[in-house]
């Protein structure tokens, strides 16, 4: 196998941590340790030492990726490390769902099966948008040591070999959050909606289904990895839904709504089906509101070639009372424009550099106290990466991609999709033990 290659000399170098990603490092903990990934799964067999050396030209064209997460007295930072990671065969090392003790300096690891691949990352290194850009370039260079080229599908894509560009390791909250903004009311108030919008700004506390400490970690039907290692005690228990994308469009075009907002739609009614049946066994009724976050890219909204973190959340309410929850979900999300993102990059920026003013430990201890008191605001998460756009000759030869989430602070389930050519996969994590949420889904979704 080919090993890591040396990218540097012995002196190493510090890379400051954006705002968001600083948050992500100060919050995590042993049990929430802030881990996402994608699973690339191809159509032929893998070659780990084309992959190993895809990895090592990678992390040198996309040095932000390649660290080690450092603490000292004024809080976290970033340092570069002198080797790529190596890549690790997927059945002697799990996904860190669960905890990351062990999982080495490296903030990046490459898990790899028969024919598949993992790329897993902290938080702190970089949000879905970054890290689809880093699976995108090793996949392409991957290809490429094997003999196949080709051109650019975006401009934007980013490419081994070509230089980096100073503007993808920016703190774009430090950019926009300095810009004065006039406030506005959160969650879409100001927006000219049709019907009444739920205001999420006013919620306390959202409902959820009790979590457990433990559970199997579970690849369950309709797909499954091939390995024949035993399961791994871990909390999450995952379910992926494979969808034609050419079947759902229609759909989602007869109901007048996006991809996006016809998935959520259905995952709040599915919530709502599961949050009725276990109030009618426990004789009891919930007043709670179902309130879903939605990770939202203010790219599109702020420019930048960050490949670091910069995302702001919006919450989206479930109506109650027999409202339609498909016009309300597209009522809420006529909220996000760019007043909204600059607001919420504002808070995000703003509260970061009040909290760098603090030792680390209290740094540390008020991030964690934010995190508990904003998880108790939502039910659970959809975070949707969209279409991953491939070359052709790349996209012919991959048979799906996964995304899921670890295990996240006061959410019992959350849910994850992206796309790849025309399948379109949707994850359910859940903490709950036999919890039928990803059935209800599942059937929501082919019954429609």
């Known amino acids: 196998m080919t090993h890591p290659t040396k990218l540097d000399s012995t002196k190493k170098q510090r890379l400051k941590i954006d705002s968001a990603g600083t948050y992500h490092a100060l919050s995590r903990s042993k049990d929430y340790p802030d881990t996402y990934s994608i699973t690339v799964y191809l159509k032929e067999t893998l070659n780990p030492d084309i992959l190993q050396q895809a990895v090592n030209d990678t992390m040198k064209r996309i040095p932000t990726a390649n660290v080690s997460l450092k603490r000292n007295f004024f809080g976290v930072y970033h340092e570069k490390m002198p080797t790529p990671p190596q890549i690790e065969p997927a059945e002697k090392s799990p996904l860190a769902c669960n905890h990351y003790s062990g999982y080495g300096e490296h903030q990046l690891r490459v898990l790899y099966g028969e024919s598949f691949f993992t790329l897993e990352v902290m938080h702190s290194v970089c949000d879905g948008r970054g890290l689809t850009q880093i699976l995108k370039c090793l996949i392409t260079h991957y290809f490429e040591l094997l003999g196949i080229h080709t051109n650019k599908v975006n401009p934007a894509d980013i490419v081994c070999g070509e230089p980096t560009d100073p503007e993808e390791s920016e703190n774009a909250f430090a950019r926009y959050g300095k810009v004065t903004v006039n406030p506005k009311t959160k969650d879409g108030k100001q927006t000219k909606a049709t019907h009444s919008v739920p205001d999420a700004s006013s919620i306390k506390d ?24 035993p399961a791994v005690a871990t909390p999450l228990q995952t379910s992926t839904q494979v969808i034609d994308l050419a079947s759902l469009k229609p759909i989602a075009k007869e109901h007048g709504a996006s991809i996006n907002e ?19 066994k426990e004789a009891q009724g919930s007043q709670l509101p179902i309130v879903v976050t939605i990770p939202v890219d203010a790219r599109g909204f702020l420019p930048s070639k960050t490949l670091l973190n910069f995302v702001v959340d919006k919450k989206v309410v479930m109506p109650e009372g027999g409202d339609e929850v498909l016009q309300s979900v597209r009522d809420q999300f006529k909220a996000v424009d760019k007043d909204f993102i600059l607001e919420e990059v504002t808070w995000v920026y703003e509260g970061m550099k009040w909290l760098g003013i603090l030792p680390k430990g209290l740094q540390t201890l008020f991030a964690r106290l934010l995190q508990r008191i904003e998880g108790r605001k939502s039910s659970t998460m959809f975070s949707n990466l ?63």
């Open 386 to 448: 969209g279409l991953v756009k491939l070359p052709p000759e790349i996209e012919g030869r991959i048979q799906m991609m996964e995304f899921v989430i670890g295990r996240i602070y006061n959410m019992p389930y959350h849910f994850t999709c992206v796309t790849v050519g025309n399948i379109l996969t949707l994850t359910t994590a859940s903490t709950v033990p036999n919890c039928t949420i990803a059935q209800r889904l599942h059937r929501r979704i082919t019954q429609a």
């Open 262 to 280: 016809y998935l959520l739609t259905q995952i709040l009614l599915a919530m709502a089906e599961e949050r009725e049946e276990q109030h009618t």
């Open 206 to 229: 959202a409902y959820r289904l009790p979590q457990q400490t433990q559970q199997l970690k579970q690849q369950q039907q309709p797909y499954q990895r091939q390995q024949s290692h």
